[in-house]
């Protein structure tokens, strides 16, 4: 009797720990992590909105990973390359994307509906390991409440007037910090050593990260920052004030565009698609402007009034990755000397 009530029991348990077993596989593999960027995740960013509209959406659980800057998160996710930890990863922009598709870190997926949403002088390539989702012009913003004029160039940013008055971020860590090195190699040429070291007096600081430096700007710490041209709308919307100005120069100006991309060896697949998906949809890019202050990829998604105080550049500007890579050498050298 004892040996005949021991068997069923036995599989009864055994049965019951494999369901549980099997639950908790299912509901890890239910669960999206997405690496992203220290702005993209912060309270006042897109990052909490999107993650509770996706999930209402799909059920899915998702975990939204804050890696400092977005040259910052492309590393962790080369660095975790042979043992990904992560799904999705946001923020790598048109300066980084031919590093991330070298290390061969990111799997091809076209969103549904890509074709139709977004614009061809938008999209990274044809194949698609990253998928855009906004843009806006690299600029400089100047307070209009400080003692210095509106510099006029780039050129004139090397100005005696604008000692100490110039915040920019590390082009090593920071995507506006790269897009300003980019911006005078585009400009300068081989010129650009020569600029630089005239510029170096007029920089107070170079801040980690865009979150840093911009909110050293606006604490009065100096006049000028690299930002984008879409920053003011903000203080138009929740500042209530058009004091900072986005500079337009008659040299050009670079444009950012931001991507995400399903991360190589992603272990939930399904979910990482569905999430891209759901990324260039109006639903998601209408929180867009009022959170990450780019313009949407989405032109279906109207702009807010405050966009009106977001002037666009009459030209663009670049450089060549490489070239841009080694002179982010040479900045660095120039201002550590």
């Known amino acids: 009797m004892k040996t005949r009530l021991f068997l069923p029991v036995l599989f009864l348990c055994c049965f019951s720990a494999v369901f549980a077993a099997g639950k908790k596989d299912s509901q890890k593999s239910q ?8 702005s993209f995740v912060a309270e006042w960013g897109p990052g909490p909105e999107l993650v509770a509209k996706f999930e209402a959406k799909t059920g899915y659980k998702v975990t939204m990973l804050s890696c400092g800057d977005a040259a910052q ?17 946001i923020g790598i922009d048109n300066q980084l994307y031919s590093r991330a598709v070298e290390e061969g870190v990111l799997q091809s997926y076209k969103p549904a509906g890509a074709d139709k949403i977004i614009r061809k002088d ?11 989702y906004d843009w806006s012009y690299f ?9 210095v004029p509106a510099p006029k160039s780039l050129a004139d940013l090397t100005k005696e007037i604008y000692r100490k008055k110039l915040i920019l971020m590390d082009p090593r860590l920071s995507t506006p910090g790269l897009g300003f ?8 040429g081989d010129g650009y050593k020569e600029f630089w070291n005239q510029l170096k007096p007029n920089v107070l600081t170079m801040a980690p990260g865009w979150d840093a430096g911009y909110g050293l700007f606006t604490a009065g710490e100096a006049p000028l920052v690299i930002s ?15 004091r900072y100005k986005a500079l337009i120069f008659p040299e050009g100006h670079p444009v950012q565009i931001e991507g995400a991309g399903i991360i190589k060896g992603s272990k939930n697949l399904k979910a990482a698609k569905e999430f891209m998906d759901f ?15 780019m313009y949407p990829v989405n032109g279906n998604v109207k702009l807010p009034p405050c966009y009106d105080a977001a002037p666009m550049a009459d030209k663009t500007v670049g450089a060549g990755e490489g070239e841009v890579l080694e002179a982010v050498d040479t900045v660095l050298q120039i201002l550590s000397n």
Not at 139 to 147: G, T
Not at 181 to 188: A, E, H, P, R, S
Not at 228 to 242: F, G, L, Q, R, W
């Open 122 to 132: 938008l999209r990274f390539s044809d194949d698609w390991y990253l998928t855009p």
């Open 73 to 89: 998160a492309l590393s962790r996710v080369v660095l975790e390359k042979n043992a990904p930890k992560g799904d999705v990863v």
């Open 181 to 188: 090195v980019t911006w005078t190699k585009g400009v300068f």
């Open 228 to 242: 984008y041209t879409t920053s003011p709308a903000y203080h138009v919307e929740y500042d209530n004030t058009d």
């Open 139 to 147: 600029a400089i913003i100047w307070d209009s409440n400080s003692s």
């Open 31 to 38: 669960e999206l992590v997405v690496y992203a960027y220290d």
């Open 279 to 293: 990324l260039i949809s109006e639903e998601a890019q209408d929180v867009l402007p009022l959170t990450q202050w």
